[in-house]
């Protein structure tokens, strides 16, 4: 086992180093007439940008000095989101290269073809004769020109050759517009082209990215009919939230977002389906404290993600519920119309605190519906075997950066929205915030408000 995770290791940096030479080549090598500043500053910002971004992930994990985590943490996972897409629109300019390449040659053949030879001048006094049909070339150029009188060869002043010490060199790129480009500035410029549209789309995607992260997630509204849902509970609201992930980059600020979106919509019940935080009470406690200000009829719910145990989950459960949060670990709770669950997050299992659906949905009524609260998709099948109506669920960050949504899609059942297995339904967020780079690309944050529905109405 060892050695097969050695060699996943090996191939993983292999194509990492050469997923990186080729962006180096193509941004600054092929892009430049030779050695110099600019290539030597690709290769700067390239080792420079994964070394910052290592130092953050092994800050954070370390439990080094909050401060250092946030010095590490914005420069570091941003190069890692930046390099994804400068890597995937090097990609894409390959597909484009030879087409570029093939259009400006095209294109320099078709004005080659309809420039007119310039006449050569003739002096004064001199005749040009038609050559006559069948006549070489050669022989109609001896005989043609002929001048009114020969002189006498010690008379004659022959011009001097031109002086190639003195006479100017013309540059290779400044030549007349009307000509063709040369073959080694043709393929200069194609470089040059795709690796700003390179550089430009990358920058814009992260950018853009960022900024729908900071600027707050937005609210989805979704209803799910159950059918053992009574009449009196038609219309019931649970606001979802998940992978809120307050840490060195997103803190008391996000976290305040957070809370004024969920109040804004005014929901019956709040569910906090995991991943919380990436760090220790002590540094992100006050980060964390807006939570405290979540507003709901029946209250406030939490159960613990993946990250929370390597954040410290049994400090982390009673800070939440200091903070007015109550968790279900492994719990149920009976409200007027059905009953809410919360099961531990699967990561657990190695400190003895896992999942035990058997605790917490064993004894129930199923004649009454059940709404589960589990961070993982994955646990759905569990939900399916003990009567769970619906399982809300987080984890999947919908992909976050794509194309990581076709990986996250293979590791889970279901990577975002509603879906029914069996008699269970599942409904899996998106997530409020974001893990490592502070950016969603194609996958845009959420705070979704379940509203139930039922059958009997």
Not at 342 to 367: H, M, W
Not at 443 to 454: K, M, Y
Request: with cysteine; proline share 8%.
């Amino acid at each position: 086992m060892v050695i097969v995770f050695a060699l996943v290791a090996l191939l993983v940096l292999s194509a990492l180093v050469a997923g990186n030479w080729w962006v180096w080549r193509r941004l600054f090598r092929d892009t430049t007439r030779g050695p110099g500043f600019a290539r030597r500053a690709g290769v700067v910002v390239i080792a420079g940008g994964w070394a910052l971004t290592v130092g953050a992930f092994v800050a954070e994990r370390a439990g080094a000095p909050f401060r250092l985590q946030q010095i590490l943490a914005w420069p570091g996972f941003l190069w890692l989101a930046l390099s994804i897409y400068l890597l995937l629109g090097v990609l894409a300019g390959e597909l484009v290269r030879p087409l570029l390449r093939r259009l400006l040659e095209r294109r320099a053949r078709a004005e080659e073809a309809v420039r007119e030879p310039e006449p050569e001048p003739v002096p004064a006094g001199v005749t040009v004769a038609t050559p006559a049909a069948g006549a070489s070339i050669a022989s109609t150029a001896t005989a043609a020109v002929t001048t009114p009188a020969t002189k006498p060869a010690e008379n004659r002043t022959l011009p001097s050759a031109p002086d190639e010490s003195s006479s100017p060199t013309p540059a290779p790129d400044s030549a007349d517009p009307s000509r063709p480009l040369a073959t080694p500035t043709r393929r200069l410029f194609v470089s040059r082209v795709l690796a700003g549209a390179a550089a430009a789309a990358a920058v814009g995607t992260v950018g853009y990215g960022t900024y729908g992260v900071l600027r707050g997630p937005t609210v989805k509204r979704v209803t799910v009919p159950l059918a053992k849902l009574p009449r009196a509970a038609h219309g019931y609201r649970i606001a979802v939230v998940s992978d809120i992930h307050l840490g060195p980059v997103l803190g008391r600020g996000f976290a305040q977002k957070v809370v004024d979106t969920i109040n804004g919509t005014q929901p019956d019940l709040i569910a906090v389906v995991g991943d919380l935080v990436d760090g220790s009470v002590k540094d992100l406690g006050p980060a964390a404290a807006p939570l405290a200000g979540l507003r709901a009829r029946h209250g406030a719910f939490f159960v613990t993600g993946n990250h929370e145990y390597f954040s410290g989950a049994e400090q982390w459960v009673e800070e939440v519920r200091r903070l007015g949060l109550r968790p279900l670990e492994n719990a149920r709770t009976e409200l007027p119309h059905f009953d809410l669950a919360g099961v531990n997050d699967v990561s657990g299992e190695s400190e003895g605190q896992g999942p035990d659906f058997a605790k917490a949905l064993g004894d129930r009524d199923r004649a009454r519906a059940c709404v589960l609260l589990a961070h993982q998709p994955v646990q759905i099948h569990d939900a399916v075997d003990h009567g769970v109506d619906l399982q809300l669920s987080g984890h999947t960050h919908g992909g976050q950066l794509w194309p990581g949504n076709l990986i996250a899609g293979l590791a889970n059942p279901t990577l975002a929205g509603l879906e029914r297995y069996g008699d269970t339904q599942l409904y899996v967020s998106r997530g409020a915030g974001a893990w490592g780079p502070p950016t969603r690309v194609g996958a845009p944050s959420d705070i979704t408000v379940i509203e139930l529905a039922s059958r009997q109405a």
